[in-house]
């Protein structure tokens, strides 16, 4: 349990705050690739800054403040250049770092001061990896963006998947090393919602939580498990600092500001042996929907929907001073001091855990991944869709509640296997 302010520490995340600070050292995914096919521009909100971001005419994208450094116009209206955005309003240019290269009036006007000084805004470093917009709002030195093993893998079919949620980022990273949750929200709770009024699922009987150098992994044993279960043996990954990693897919809560989460997907789906070889030519972008918009109810029926209305149900942000923890909360126990320790280590000049600096280090970094053999090597269609369990993953889009038709489409053709379209909402 935290008190008023050490729960303050762990959840503001606003410029100069201890988490704030600590976030900053970390690479944050911030949209996806394709959604630059038809914009320029995207409007973001991170860490609690208004910030803009762009591609140019030459295809590089930059990230800078959403106000103009002259009059504070919204560069959100920008127009891409060969090099950098311009103001729409009376045409200042800035360059990916922020800094002003054109004054069009100005630079007439004043043509006899030409080592005059431009003035500069809030420029950040963007990457581009995995069909993922990246950006680092830190300090110098800049670390390593990291190349996760699943970024290497071939003959998948890759979708993103960005929402907004109205709560703070730490109790949606908490649910990254809850496992008890999905006995009681993915299961029983489904089955209600489903209106099936049968028994409950498989008790679980033990958890573990273990810290490693790029999260933690929990671990469990339920009634039905098998002394090799691969979620005892490997476990999932709370991946550090904001993200979850089931094997198949990341799930990053990238902190908007105090009481708003952008939860950013990244899935993979291994293509049957037949479709082989499969590679895909664009790695495509959606938007997933909360609420009904005919009712303005939560959306309950996929996976990540009823984590988000858990989530948003705790608060904007969560009172953890109200809270009753169980053993079964010992890896929120484990992740919160770990947080702790990390912004102290940030105050001392320290680079907090799991930062890479080793460019060999980074050349494939490996995480435990239950099922590893069958993501790389494939299966057979016949032995995907004899499996009651498996197939459900190629038949449907579990996760999250919205995929565009296209989406759909483009997926069935990679598989080779026909698709059910979700619900219609309103229902």
């Given at each position: 349990m935290l008190n008023h302010d050490r729960n303050d520490r762990l959840t503001r995340v606003g410029p100069g705050t201890p988490m704030g600070n600590l976030m900053r050292r970390y690479w944050l995914p911030v949209a996806g690739v394709s959604e630059f096919e038809t914009r320029a521009t995207k409007p973001l909100r991170l860490l609690g800054e208004d910030l803009v971001l762009y591609k140019d005419l030459s295809g590089n994208f930059g990230l800078i403040d959403r106000h103009c450094a002259h009059r504070r116009a919204d560069m959100a209206f920008g127009i891409p250049e060969a090099c950098g955005l311009r103001c729409n309003y009376h045409g200042w240019l800035y360059d990916a770092g922020g800094q002003c290269i054109e004054q069009p009036y100005d630079d007439l006007a004043m043509a006899d001061q030409p080592g005059r000084r431009r003035p500069r805004m809030k420029g950040y470093p963007v990457e581009l990896k995995a069909g993922l917009v990246w950006a680092y709002l830190g300090p110098e030195p800049v670390p390593l963006l990291p190349h996760w093993e699943p970024f290497t893998w071939g003959n998948g079919f890759v979708q993103i998947v960005l929402s907004e949620v109205p709560c703070n980022w730490l109790q949606c990273q908490e649910n990254s090393i809850d496992p008890v949750h999905f006995e009681w929200t993915h299961l029983n709770w489904s089955s209600r919602l489903r209106g099936e009024q049968g028994g409950y699922s498989p008790r679980h009987l033990k958890v573990e939580f273990d810290e490693f150098e790029h999260g933690f992994v929990y671990r469990r044993?339920?009634?039905n498990s098998l002394p090799d279960d691969p979620l005892w043996t490997f476990g999932r990954v709370c991946l550090w600092p904001n993200a979850l990693f089931t094997g198949d897919h990341f799930?990053?809560?990238?902190?908007?500001?105090?009481?708003?989460?952008l939860s950013v997907t990244w899935h993979f789906t291994r293509v049957p042996r037949e479709a082989e070889p499969y590679v895909q030519d664009r790695i495509p972008t959606w938007e997933g929907p909360l609420r009904d918009p005919r009712t303005g109810d939560w959306i309950?029926?996929?996976?990540m929907n009823q984590d988000f209305v858990a989530w948003i149900g705790?608060?904007?942000?969560a009172d953890r001073a109200q809270e009753n923890l169980s053993q079964s909360d010992r890896g929120i126990a484990m992740i919160r001091r770990r947080f702790l320790a990390d912004i102290?280590?940030?105050e001392r000049g320290e680079d907090p855990k799991g930062i890479l600096r080793d460019p060999a280090a980074n050349a494939c970094?490996?995480?435990p991944i239950v099922a590893r053999e069958m993501l790389i090597d494939g299966l057979p269609k016949a032995t995907i869709l004899a499996d009651p369990l498996l197939s459900r993953f190629y038949t449907r889009y579990l996760f999250q509640f919205g995929q565009p038709p296209a989406v759909r489409d483009a997926f069935a053709a990679a598989v080779g296997i026909e698709m059910v379209a979700d619900e219609p909402l309103g229902i």
């Amino acid at each position: 349990m935290l008190n008023h302010d050490r729960n303050d520490r762990l959840t503001r995340v606003g410029p100069g705050t201890p988490m704030g600070n600590l976030m900053r050292r970390y690479w944050l995914p911030v949209a996806g690739v394709s959604e630059f096919e038809t914009r320029a521009t995207k409007p973001l909100r991170l860490l609690g800054e208004d910030l803009v971001l762009y591609k140019d005419l030459s295809g590089n994208f930059g990230l800078i403040d959403r106000h103009c450094a002259h009059r504070r116009a919204d560069m959100a209206f920008g127009i891409p250049e060969a090099c950098g955005l311009r103001c729409n309003y009376h045409g200042w240019l800035y360059d990916a770092g922020g800094q002003c290269i054109e004054q069009p009036y100005d630079d007439l006007a004043m043509a006899d001061q030409p080592g005059r000084r431009r003035p500069r805004m809030k420029g950040y470093p963007v990457e581009l990896k995995a069909g993922l917009v990246w950006a680092y709002l830190g300090p110098e030195p800049v670390p390593l963006l990291p190349h996760w093993e699943p970024f290497t893998w071939g003959n998948g079919f890759v979708q993103i998947v960005l929402s907004e949620v109205p709560c703070n980022w730490l109790q949606c990273q908490e649910n990254s090393i809850d496992p008890v949750h999905f006995e009681w929200t993915h299961l029983n709770w489904s089955s209600r919602l489903r209106g099936e009024q049968g028994g409950y699922s498989p008790r679980h009987l033990k958890v573990e939580f273990d810290e490693f150098e790029h999260g933690f992994v929990y671990r469990r044993i339920l009634q039905n498990s098998l002394p090799d279960d691969p979620l005892w043996t490997f476990g999932r990954v709370c991946l550090w600092p904001n993200a979850l990693f089931t094997g198949d897919h990341f799930e990053w809560r990238v902190p908007i500001d105090d009481e708003n989460t952008l939860s950013v997907t990244w899935h993979f789906t291994r293509v049957p042996r037949e479709a082989e070889p499969y590679v895909q030519d664009r790695i495509p972008t959606w938007e997933g929907p909360l609420r009904d918009p005919r009712t303005g109810d939560w959306i309950t029926t996929h996976v990540m929907n009823q984590d988000f209305v858990a989530w948003i149900g705790q608060g904007r942000i969560a009172d953890r001073a109200q809270e009753n923890l169980s053993q079964s909360d010992r890896g929120i126990a484990m992740i919160r001091r770990r947080f702790l320790a990390d912004i102290e280590a940030v105050e001392r000049g320290e680079d907090p855990k799991g930062i890479l600096r080793d460019p060999a280090a980074n050349a494939c970094v490996t995480l435990p991944i239950v099922a590893r053999e069958m993501l790389i090597d494939g299966l057979p269609k016949a032995t995907i869709l004899a499996d009651p369990l498996l197939s459900r993953f190629y038949t449907r889009y579990l996760f999250q509640f919205g995929q565009p038709p296209a989406v759909r489409d483009a997926f069935a053709a990679a598989v080779g296997i026909e698709m059910v379209a979700d619900e219609p909402l309103g229902i």
